[in-house]
């Protein structure tokens, strides 16, 4: 079974707007961690956010928010005031087992092309 | 502060060939994993070492193998290459402890011809 879920293949934003992109996630360990990262056409993947599974407040950074809604297993990404350096793939992961087990499961990713 | 360092960048091998690919982690990061990027089957976890152990591995053939130096440098192997070999691989360090993102390299890209 799929243990992340990205319905978006690639969606179009305007330049300053917001973009929320979408990721479910399927585990039955009460203790993971959901990240997103960003993956320009360079191939190097960057570290955007990261939300715990028992954090009570949703995680920012800078222009990043994720929108955790644990009953729903749902971890949405909020990219605000987008940038066009924001055009690449973003691909949301989860580690789950967090104690000993570092391994990422991914999601096929969203391109998003942020347009001018 | 250097990041994960991955060479070569590129590589073309042949079908039937050997690969070794090198991976340096930040510095103080001990646990290092690998990860397998193609178009068909998207990221996959390949192994995750950490002090020169072996904690995890993914779904791959006997093929393909890893291990970690003392110094936390890996490398992995990928021997009697196939075509369907041809792939971006990632290698990523992180620090201990839940709250810490993988810092992710910038790859090698493997064509088998």
């Known amino acids: 079974a799929q243990k992340i879920t990205q319905t978006q293949p690639g969606m179009f934003v305007q330049e300053k707007e917001a973009v929320t992109l979408d990721c479910t996630y399927d585990?039955?360990?009460?203790?993971?961690?959901l990240f997103w990262y960003k993956q320009p056409s360079s191939g190097e993947m960057i570290f955007l956010i990261y939300?715990?599974?028992?954090?009570?407040q949703n995680a920012t950074e800078g222009r990043y928010s994720l929108n955790f809604q644990k009953a729903r297993k749902s971890a949405n990404l909020v990219i605000s005031a987008s940038q066009l350096g924001d055009s690449a793939m973003y691909f949301c992961?989860?580690?789950?087992?967090?104690?000993?087990?570092?391994?990422?499961?991914f999601g096929a990713g969203t391109t998003v092309t942020v347009r001018a | 502060k250097a990041g994960v360092t991955q060479t070569p960048r590129y590589l073309i091998k042949t079908r039937g060939q050997q690969v070794t690919l090198s991976c340096s982690p930040i510095?103080?990061?001990?646990?290092v994993s690998w990860y397998q990027q193609t178009p068909g089957q998207g990221l996959q976890f390949l192994f995750e070492?950490?002090?020169?152990?072996?904690?995890n591995k993914g779904n791959f053939p006997g093929r393909f193998s890893g291990r970690q130096f003392s110094n936390s440098r890996s490398e992995m192997n990928v021997s009697t290459l196939e075509l369907g070999d041809s792939a971006l691989y990632l290698c990523?360090?992180?620090?201990?402890?839940?709250?810490?993102?993988?810092?992710f390299g910038s790859g090698t890209r493997l064509t088998v011809v």
């Open positions: 992961a989860m580690r789950e087992g967090l104690s000993n087990d570092y391994k990422l499961s």
């Open positions: 585990t039955s360990d009460p203790s993971y961690g």
């Open positions: 510095s103080g990061h001990r646990s």
């Open positions: 990523a360090s992180s620090l201990e402890g839940e709250r810490y993102g993988y810092t």
């Open positions: 070492y950490f002090s020169e152990t072996q904690r």
């Open positions: 939300q715990g599974s028992y954090d009570q």
